[in-house]
C-alpha cells in the first residue's frame, strides 16, 4: 500500500521527480495567498506550499497530528529551512485527530510530566521524547553490539520465579496455579547458571522491584542490562563494563549527536582506564567533606553527587564494599591466599580488613549509580556460611545453591539499569521520562 512511498530524508535525492509522502501534519500557516503545510515522518519534517488556484486543497480542513499522504514534486527552494519544499498535485487525508491535542508536542509551552504520560503515545511525537528513546535505542544497540562482538553470548531469563533471587525484600507476589510465585527483582541466578555452562552472557530484561518510595531515580519495574563471565574476577568484569560504556556512550554521540544537542547535552567519553576508587577511601572523602557516614553505610543519592564531585571523574568505579551491604553471594576476600594477601596489603597495608569487605564495586556514572557487580561465590560450603552470616536459612536457598555443585567455575558480573543510564546520558532530572511506559507506585497505565 506504501510500498513507494518516499521518506522526508530522501526527497533531496528525488527533485523534480513525481513522489509520495506519508506522515502526519505538524501544523499549518493558512496565509491569504498560501497555505504551508509542515508534513513530518520518522525521518524529519518538509513543508508542502499550495496555492490559492488550487481550491480544494486550499480549503481542506487539516488538522495538527492528522496523518496525510501527498502526491507531488519537491523542489529546491532558497527560502525553505531544509532546502526543498514540496508542490502537490494530491493530498489525501488518511485518519484525522481529535483537536485540540491533549499535550503540546509542540513544546512551546512543555505539557506536565503526568499528563504527557497518559498521552504516552501522541507524547512519543515530541521532539524531546523523541530524542530521549532514540538515544536509548542507541544505547541498548551499542550494548548488544559490544558484547556480542566479544563472543558473549545471549540469554533469556524468566519474568516469573519460585522464590527470591536478592533476599526477601521487594518481591512483587502473584498467585500462580496452586502456587505463590514472584516476579523476578534480578536475572541473578540465571545468568550465573547460564555462565557456568556458556561461559560469556548477556541479557537486556525486564525486573519488577516492589520499593515502596517513589523517588525521580527509581521505578518499580526496570530494564536491566547484564552480564556474567566464567574464569572472571570483579577486576575483569569492571574492564567489561568500562569498555562497554564507553562503547555505548560512543556510539550514542555519534548515532544521536543531534538528539543529545537538542538535549542539551554534551557528552564526554571518559578516558580508560576509570579510576577504581575503594569504598573506604570513598568514605573518608565525604568524611573530609563533614557529611555524616561511616563504615558500612551506604551512599546516599546526595553523597553520590558529591563524591563525584571530589573524585573529579565523569564516570568510576567504587569497589571493595563492606559485606553487609552487598548480597550474600559476593566473594569475601580471602586472606590466606596469598594473591588476595598480596592485593590487601599493597591497597590497605593490613590483611585483616580482608574479612570485612567483599569483591564487589558500582560504577558511577555523571553523579548516580548505574550499575552494580561482583564476584560470586562458587563454592557451595563458602556461599552457605554466607548467607548464615546474613541471618538466613541456607535450606531456603537450595534451589540456589546446587546449581554450583556440578562443576562451576569461578564467575563475576554486573548489571546496568537501561532507564537509569538513559537518564543520565540525556541529562534528565526524573528516570520517567526515559522509560516509554513507566511503572510507579501510582501509574499501572497506558
Ligand atoms: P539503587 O541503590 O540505585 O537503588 P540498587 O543497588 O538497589 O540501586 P542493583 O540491584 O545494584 O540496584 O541493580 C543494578 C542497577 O539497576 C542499578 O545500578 C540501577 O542502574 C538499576 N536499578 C536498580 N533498581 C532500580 C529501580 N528501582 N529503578 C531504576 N533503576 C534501578
Ligand atoms: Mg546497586
Not at 174 to 182: G, I, N, V
Request: overall charge negative; some cysteine; hydrophobic content about 40%.
Amino acid at each position: 500500500m506504501f510500498d513507494s512511498r518516499k521518506y522526508v530524508e530522501e526527497v533531496k535525492e528525488h527533485v523534480d521527480e513525481t513522489i509520495t509522502l506519508a506522515g502526519w501534519v505538524a501544523r499549518t500557516r493558512d496565509l491569504k495567498k498560501i497555505r504551508f503545510i509542515v508534513l513530518r515522518d520518522r525521518t524529519g519534517e518538509i513543508q508542502i506550499v499550495v496555492k490559492p488556484d488550487n481550491k480544494e486543497m486550499f480549503e481542506l480542513p487539516l488538522g495538527r497530528e492528522d496523518v496525510i499522504t501527498v502526491t507531488g514534486k519537491a523542489v529546491t527552494s532558497d527560502v525553505a529551512k531544509a532546502g526543498v519544499e514540496f508542490i502537490p498535485d494530491t493530498l489525501d487525508v488518511i485518519n484525522k485527530s481529535i483537536q485540540p491535542l491533549p499535550v503540546d508536542i509542540l513544546e512551546n509551552k512543555k505539557s506536565d510530566l503526568d499528563t504527557r504520560l497518559n498521552f504516552r503515545f501522541l507524547d512519543f511525537r515530541s521532539p524531546s521524547s523523541n530524542a530521549i528513546f532514540r538515544v536509548q535505542n542507541a544505547l541498548s544497540t551499542a550494548f548488544r553490539e559490544y558484547l556480542s562482538g566479544n563472543d558473549f553470548m545471549e540469554f533469556q531469563p524468566p519474568g516469573i520465579i519460585g522464590s527470591a533471587s536478592e533476599g526477601g525484600a521487594d518481591l512483587f507476589t502473584l498467585p500462580y496455579f496452586e502456587k505463590q510465585a514472584f516476579l523476578a527483582q534480578s536475572p541473578q541466578l540465571y545468568k550465573q547458571m547460564c555462565a557456568i555452562s556458556f561461559e560469556k552472557v548477556y541479557t537486556i530484561t525486564p525486573i519488577w522491584r516492589a520499593e515502596k518510595y517513589n523517588t525521580p531515580v527509581h521505578l518499580n519495574e526496570i530494564r536491566q542490562m547484564d552480564i556474567e563471565q566464567a574464569f572472571a574476577d570483579d577486576e575483569n568484569v569492571m574492564d567489561v563494563l568500562q569498555n562497554t560504556l564507553i562503547h555505548m556512550l560512543e556510539q550514542a554521540k555519534e548515532k544521536t549527536g543531534e538528539q543529545l544537542e537538542f538535549l542539551g547535552r554534551d557528552l564526554e567519553i571518559p578516558e580508560k582506564p576509570l579510576r577504581r576508587v575503594t569504598y573506604i577511601e570513598a568514605i573518608e572523602m565525604l568524611q573530609g567533606e563533614g557529611e555524616t557516614i561511616m563504615w558500612g553505610d551506604d551512599f546516599t543519592k546526595t553523597q553520590e553527587k558529591l563524591l563525584t564531585k571530589l573524585v573529579g571523574k565523569e564516570a568510576f568505579f567504587l569497589k571493595d564494599w563492606p559485606g553487609e551491604q552487598k548480597t550474600f553471594y559476593a566473594m569475601p576476600y580471602d586472606k590466606e591466599n596469598e594473591v588476595d594477601a598480596k592485593y590487601l596489603e599493597e591497597t590497605y597495608g593490613n590483611v585483616e580488613i580482608g574479612d570485612k569487605i567483599v569483591r564487589a564495586f558500582d560504577c558511577l556514572y555523571a553523579g548516580i549509580e548505574i550499575s552494580s557487580g561482583t564476584m560470586r561465590i562458587h563454592k557451595v560450603d563458602l556461599l552457605k556460611e554466607r548467607i548464615k552470616y546474613k541471618g538466613l536459612n541456607p535450606d531456603n536457598f537450595d534451589y540456589y545453591t546446587k546449581a554450583f555443585l556440578y562443576g562451576a567455575p569461578p564467575h563475576a558480573g554486573w548489571s546496568i539499569g537501561l532507564e537509569r543510564i538513559t537518564m543520565t546520558v540525556c541529562g534528565l532530572d526524573n528516570i520517567r521520562e526515559a522509560c516509554m511506559f513507566p511503572r510507579d507506585r501510582d501509574r499501572l497505565v497506558p
